[in-house]
């Protein structure tokens, strides 16, 4: 069975602090896709970022970095020097090739509020 | 290339009244699917179409429906709305392992 588990409800810091999301999955499958969304309070989904299961290279995008450990199941999002603007609700979500790769299973959900 | 378009954005339904929820998508993406959001819980998946013709259930079906008579479109029904439904809906497109391109939502309220 797939689940996702962001253990991290809700996270507060001030501006320009550092701040990392927590997300663990669970999954069968030996071929599968981890994604981070954001969602902004006007409510959209943006898509961040895509990993698949076979590349455990970390990524660095501008501020934002990605941790994928298999041996942890573990796929973390950090934000460098966060901004007033990165306050969102971040879902981590999974999919796997046995299911078309397309069926996605969201974890709850980590609201981030960056304080000026 | 407007992506993936989803009518109406706001929605007050009284019990037992259906409606129909309009997702469409210019991409040519095989797969669409339905999605809905509650406080606390992510989104769930409704019902998803791997194409034209082809659809079947996801974790929470229950109380909608669907078809897929076009590459394009992708309909959700609500057979007969209960206050249980009130939620966010999402309608997503996308190919096989990639990231889904999702509608900008419709916030439906059953009263």
């Known amino acids: 069975a797939q689940k996702v588990t962001q253990a991290q409800t809700e996270i507060s810091v001030v501006e320009k602090e550092d701040v990392t999301l927590d997300c663990v999955y669970e999954t069968r499958d030996t071929t599968y896709y981890l994604f981070w969304y954001k969602q902004p309070p006007s409510g959209e989904l943006v898509f961040l970022i895509r990993?698949?299961?076979?590349?455990?290279q970390n990524e660095i995008s501008g501020r934002y970095s990605w941790n994928f450990q298999k041996s942890t199941s573990s796929f973390n999002f950090t934000i460098t020097a966060s901004q007033v603007v990165d306050s969102a609700v971040y879902f981590c979500?999974?999919?796997?090739?046995?299911?078309?790769?397309?069926?996605?299973?969201f974890g709850p959900g980590t609201r981030l509020s960056v304080l000026p | 290339n407007a992506g993936v378009t989803q009518t109406p954005k706001f929605q007050v339904l009284k019990t037992g009244q259906s409606m129909t929820l309009q997702c469409a998508q210019d991409m040519n993406h095989e797969y669409m699917s339905w999605y809905r959001q509650d406080p606390g819980m992510g989104l769930r998946l409704i019902h998803y179409?791997?194409?034209?013709?082809?659809?079947d259930q996801g974790e929470v079906p229950n109380g909608y429906n669907v078809s897929r008579s076009t590459t394009e479109d992708f309909p959700l029904r609500l057979l007969s709305a209960a206050p249980s439904q009130t939620s966010v809906y999402f309608c997503?497109?996308?190919?096989?392992?990639?990231?889904?391109?999702f509608g900008q939502g419709t916030r439906l309220t059953v009263v």
């Open positions: 997503a497109s996308g190919y096989s392992g990639t990231e889904a391109f």
């Open positions: 990993r698949n299961s076979f590349d455990e």
């Open positions: 179409s791997v194409g034209a013709g082809i659809t």
């Open positions: 979500a999974l999919s796997e090739a046995r299911n078309y790769g397309q069926n996605f299973v």
